[in-house]
């Protein structure tokens, strides 16, 4: 997969896309990241990139043209058989998701526009295949907004985790949170770990740990049981979960 970064501080990407499995997944040739500064497109001396809001109010705006044109100059030439999806992070995006990732996950191409100030110039949104937003709070700028697309996203590409570090048991993988972990010392600060995972008992541990997976999303994420993929085994547990 090709990735195309578009921003005006390049210098937030250099570490975050270098280290740990991201890092690993350039080396192995699964992935490629190129970081691109909107300012090289801009169109006047001083390399501004924004303007004050028609219509007055507060905050600048992106203007249109260095985003287009930095746009125009990474799809030009076309990366495989598909075109790129073209992606905005802002606010007022479109949430993503688990489900997102998998879909970008399976594209060769992304190019990714951080966008910044009050937003951007509305008349170059024809550009974007996609608006999309990490959460319901405010972020400085859509770069920190990116690197969480493209993380999450770049370990969903088939090679880039290794079979240790394997996606399966993601919280969300399959629509409910994760269950507890515990590794040595068996006894840690007067803290026992739960008896079941050092009895050599598979089913039992596949049992609890399924039932700990769903206790905690009940607590937690009650919101994610009603669109869960849910086995008749997960609905037992549930009615005995909730007639405790
Ligand atoms: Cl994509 N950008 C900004 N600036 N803030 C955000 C966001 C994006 N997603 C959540 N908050």
Same mark, same amino acid.
């Given at each position: 997969?090709?990735?195309?970064? %578009? ?11 270098? =280290?740990?499995? %991201? ?23 001083? /390399? ?17 043209? *260095? ?15 598909? *075109? *790129? ?5 802002? *606010? ?14 399976? =594209? ?22 996609? =608006? ?23 370990? !969903? ?19 409910? !949170? ?10 840690? &600060? ?15 541990? &596949? ?27 997960? &609905?037992?547990?549930?009615?005995? %979960?909730? /007639?405790?």
């Amino acid at each position: 997969m090709h990735v195309d970064i %578009l921003t005006i501080f390049p210098g937030m990407f250099y570490g975050a896309i270098s =280290e740990s499995i %991201l890092g690993r997944a350039q080396e192995q040739g699964l992935l490629e990241i190129s970081i691109h500064d909107i300012r090289n497109f801009s169109q006047d001396k001083h /390399n501004s990139v924004d303007d004050y809001p028609f219509g007055g109010g507060p905050g600048m705006v992106m203007q249109a043209e *260095p985003i287009w044109a930095a746009v125009q100059s990474v799809t030009s030439a076309p990366y495989g058989s598909r *075109p *790129p999806r073209v992606i905005l992070t802002t *606010p007022a995006g479109k949430q993503f998701t688990q489900e997102m990732a998998k879909e970008f996950a399976s =594209e060769e191409h992304l190019v990714i526009v951080c966008g910044h100030y009050e937003g951007i110039d509305e008349r170059v949104s024809d550009v974007f295949t996609d =608006e999309v937003s990490i959460g319901d709070f405010v972020l400085t700028g859509g770069e920190l907004a990116s690197m969480v697309i493209v993380d999450a996203t770049a370990r !969903l590409i088939p090679g880039v985790l290794g079979d240790s570090e394997s996606a399966k048991g993601d919280s969300f993988y399959d629509g409910i !949170l994760d269950y507890p972990h515990y590794t040595r010392p068996r006894q840690w &600060r007067g803290m026992d770990v739960p008896e079941v995972l050092v009895s050599g008992d598979h089913e039992k541990i &596949r049992v609890w740990r399924r039932t700990e997976a769903l206790k905690r999303t009940l607590m937690r994420r009650p919101d994610l049981l009603e669109t869960a993929a849910l086995t008749d085994e997960d &609905r037992q547990i549930l009615r005995s %979960l909730l /007639n405790q």
